[in-house]
């Protein structure tokens, strides 16, 4: 039997280990492979860093030890990995005296974990290791770092790493980094490896970026700025509109001069590449408020080439034939799309304060009308009575919502997208008001309302959204969302996962235990791009309508929407939560592989 000297343990005689190569000692729990190789011995940890493979039961030839389950190789006599998705093994030091072997099972670190697990989230980013990301994000939260923290460096990665700028990747990982409050610790953790294996997804096998520096004066005013970084974007004059870009910020202009700087762009043509560039604008001040405006410079200069780039809804025909919305528009705005002379014509009527406007009781049902120039109308007559950019984003974002909440399921599938599209950018269109209150931005909400319009088909007939003032209270609030849960287990119970969330209020159930719910639901599938943000989007927008004491009949509609639209997606094969379940036991330490020697249960 093993005994201590010193803070040594003893393994075996050095005769028995050079005869057998190999041996396998356990001390307080921790299983180390001891190896006798080249007239030397070796001892590692026994658990493959990969996916906890005994290294007991590997190969060692040429002073490499090889892993039989996936091969990985380790240098022995210090534990580095040939192969960066493995991770190096942790080697222990050994001595020899008077013919017997010893190993110090306690050796210091070379790295504390968040250090570890930070160098580990950089490899796994590098080359797009779901595994290694997986491990990193958890390692890192367990060490109790702040989720900012890789969300920032995440972050720098994704826009140094992808030539074509900012894109679905980075926009989860700002959804993502939205969220974190609203899910249960664990999905915390299951938020943060969506986020950065987006991003890595986003920029395997892409160009790095090649920046453009500031102007070398800062002596630049703002509206000087603006009207070149907009010339530049309409003539898709990339290189330009980053120069004018990172001068403005370089400037000293804050964040609210610098939004309205790109949102004016951002909406000089309506509702640009299906509302994804106003979305990927907004998510990234969004994402800067997470991580700090010093990195504003890199990343808002990633918004530059999908705003060059972008299609844009004036050149489509949906837009002009068989009612040219187009030429709505510019009746209001004064002129072309880019214009707004009309707008501050209207604005300045109503003064702009938004105290003396309440939206008329037709006004979501002239929204949600099939007359075009009566929702133009509303909304002109509304700006002139005073509505805000906020105030009147609100109420279309709340059309929007119901679009999705009614979506008719005898639609083809890829409608859901069409209605998800329009939510999502007066979502974005929404916080981007409360972030500046440019004139431009008004645009931006005459688009949502056109988009409304267009996506009436859509609701023929309307889904009815579920009462909760006509559900039977009285069940136990947890039960329903047991049932929610299971819901979304099968395929195609829209309606049924509606309807639930309607019981749950009418049980007067806890809205944050419900959106853990819904985020748990959401954080265990493979979800997509458009499932990720449809969620956070959903959030967001019943927070507002609870901060503004909206009724329950409207504040919930976003949550009744969601639930349908993820109903719609679930069932999914579920690879990333594998990925993650077995990141999790192996940060803690249990047994992933069984040894066919091994009777136990894995």
Same mark, same amino acid.
């Given at each position: 039997m093993a005994t201590s000297s010193d803070d040594l343990f003893e393994v075996a005689s050095l005769e028995e280990l050079e005869a057998e190569g190999r041996t396998l000692i356990s001390r307080g729990g921790k299983a180390l492979a001891v190896f006798a190789h080249e007239g030397e011995i070796r001892a590692v940890d026994n658990r493959c860093p990969h996916m906890?493979?005994? +290294?007991a039961e590997g190969t060692v030839d040429d002073g490499i030890l090889t892993c039989h389950w996936h091969h990985a190789r380790f240098e022995l006599s210090c534990g580095d990995t040939f192969d960066p998705w493995a991770d190096d093994v942790q080697t222990y030091p050994v001595e020899v005296r008077d013919g017997t072997v010893y190993v110090d099972p306690t050796p210091e670190r070379e790295k504390p974990p968040d250090e570890h697990w930070a160098d580990r989230l950089e490899a796994g980013l590098a080359e797009n290791l779901r595994l290694v990301l &997986? $491990?990193?994000?958890i390692g890192l939260l367990d !060490?109790? #770092?702040?989720?900012? @923290?890789?969300?920032?460096?995440?972050?720098?990665? /994704?826009?140094?790493?992808?030539? !074509?700028?900012? @894109? %679905? *990747?980075?926009?989860? +990982? /700002?959804?993502? &980094?939205?969220?974190?409050?609203?899910? &249960?610790s664990e999905d915390r953790k299951r938020a943060l490896?969506? /986020? #950065?294996?987006?991003?890595?997804?986003? =920029?395997? *096998?892409?160009?790095?970026?090649? %920046?453009?520096?500031?102007? @070398?004066?800062?002596?630049? %005013?703002?509206?000087? +700025? $603006? %009207?070149?970084?907009?010339? =530049?974007?309409?003539?898709?004059?990339a290189d330009g509109a980053e120069r004018c870009l990172r001068t403005a910020v370089a400037a000293g202009y804050d964040e609210a001069a610098v939004a309205e700087l790109v949102f004016a762009a951002a909406t000089d043509h309506p509702y640009l590449s299906t509302g994804h560039v106003l979305d990927f604008a907004n998510k990234a001040f969004e994402t800067l408020e997470h991580v700090g405006w010093e990195h504003a410079p890199t990343t808002l200069a990633s918004l530059v080439e999908p705003l060059a780039t972008a299609s844009r809804s004036d050149e489509r025909s949906s837009w002009r034939q068989p009612v040219d919305l187009v030429a709505l528009l510019e009746e209001v705005y004064g002129g072309d799309v880019t214009e707004t002379s009309g707008l501050e014509t209207l604005a300045s009527a109503g003064g702009g304060t938004g105290s003396s406007w309440s939206p008329p009781e037709d006004f979501q049902p002239t929204l949600l009308g099939d007359d075009p120039e009566a929702i133009v109308d509303a909304l002109a007559d509304a700006v002139r009575a005073g509505a805000t950019t906020e105030a009147l984003a609100a109420e279309v974002v709340h059309a929007a919502a119901t679009r999705v909440a009614q979506f008719g399921t005898a639609n083809e599938f890829s409608d859901w997208n069409t209605v998800h599209h329009t939510f999502t950018y007066a979502n974005a269109v929404h916080q981007s008001t409360r972030r500046t209150d440019a004139i431009e931005l008004y645009r931006a909400v005459f688009d949502v309302a056109i988009n409304v319009y267009l996506d009436r088909f859509l609701n023929t007939p309307p889904a009815p959204i579920p009462d909760p003032e006509e559900n039977?209270?009285?069940?136990?609030?947890? !039960?329903?969302?047991?049932?929610?849960?299971?819901t979304f287990d099968a395929e195609g119970e829209v309606d049924r996962a509606g309807r639930l969330v309607a019981e749950f209020v009418a049980c007067d159930g806890d809205a944050d235990e419900l959106k853990r719910t819904l985020g748990h639901g959401l954080l265990r599938e493979d979800a997509g791009f458009h499932t990720l943000q449809n969620l956070e989007a959903a959030f967001e927008q019943f927070e507002l309508a609870r901060e503004r004491g909206e009724d329950a009949d409207r504040r919930w509609v976003p949550l009744i929407a969601t639930a349908r639209y993820l109903a719609a997606h679930f069932p999914t094969r579920r690879e990333a939560e594998q990925t993650f379940t077995i990141a999790a036991r192996l940060n803690r330490g249990e047994t992933i592989h069984k040894s066919p020697s091994d009777s136990s249960t894995v």
């Open positions: 906890g493979f005994p +290294l &997986a $491990k990193s994000t !060490a109790g #770092v702040d989720y900012r @923290s890789p969300v920032e460096r995440t972050l720098e990665f /994704g826009t140094q790493y992808r030539e !074509a700028g900012w @894109s %679905s *990747g980075l926009t989860i +990982l /700002g959804c993502m &980094a939205n969220v974190m409050d609203d899910v &249960a490896y969506t /986020g #950065v294996r987006h991003v890595a997804i986003d =920029c395997d *096998g892409e160009p790095p970026t090649v %920046s453009q520096p500031a102007f @070398s004066t800062t002596d630049v %005013s703002l509206e000087r +700025l $603006k %009207s070149w970084f907009r010339e =530049c974007i309409e003539v898709r004059d039977e209270t009285g069940r136990d609030p947890d !039960a329903i969302l047991e049932d929610l849960l299971e």
